[in-house]
């Protein structure tokens, strides 16, 4: 029997077509410092942008309130406009990530992927998903740099340990005695760190916040080049919401003035995606 294959160039040709994509960012409040992922931008081989943006705005409802969500509603309807039409983004608050390449069917299927893989709060929920969702969610700050740290590795590859410190530590040693600073995250000019705000009492988000600051503010003083990051992973929904945010901001004002970037999320996989940006090692 003979069975005619097509050529490997061929079948390469109809798979993989290569993008450049970008992730469309929103910061609905300075204060927070809060990023959240609202669409997904990907240059055809046209030059022409293909644009995928939030449809549903229920979890940004449950996690702010529906003055918030009615303004990311009219933000997404001016920014689709602005992008297709190959004009400034309307607001300073709304911006493009850093680009980066994948391969698909098509532009369109690129486009998908990408969006379904990093934008979380363009899948709508029931009150049922949203309770069993947060309930299956990781609390402590172990847990939570665990998932952060798996799906760093998982996108990242063998790129991702020289980012991830081996002892998730860094050692100082003065007057002969060896010091540990919990400081997870590392490159030649940046260290940064992952807590956990999901905790069910305030006191105890607080409590892991000042830790974190203390290590990264004598990391501060001894190598004074790097630049700083605190990557704060609060819940989507909580009933103390108002204190968590008022705690978070206060924090972030703080860290802004001794040069501390504090950055917050409801999702770890966002977590991942600016600690790729901010501590970049080379080319991915």
Known sequence: ???????????????????????????????????????????????????????????????????????AKFLVRVVREAILAGAELPSSSVFLSEPKFAAGDSAASILDQMFSATVPLGVAKTQERVTIDEAARPADTTSVRKEVLDALRHIAGIKADRIITPERTMQVVEDGQAHHLDIPLQTRNALGTIVSARYAQPKDNELNIFRADSDLQIARKVYRQDRLYMYVVRPERESNAERTDDLLKEFAWKFKKVGIAMKTYTHTDLVVQDILEDMPVGSF
Request: hydrophobic letters at 35%; a positive charge.
């Open 1 to 71: 029997m003979i069975i005619d294959l097509p050529t490997t160039g061929q079948t390469e040709d109809r798979r993989m077509a290569r993008a450049s994509w970008r992730n469309l960012r929103w910061r609905p409040n300075d204060s927070t410092g809060e990023v959240l992922n609202i669409g997904v931008v990907v240059e055809g081989s046209d030059g022409r942008p293909h644009v995928k943006l939030l449809k549903s705005f229920d979890r940004i409802r449950c996690l702010y309130d529906a003055s918030v969500a009615a303004d």
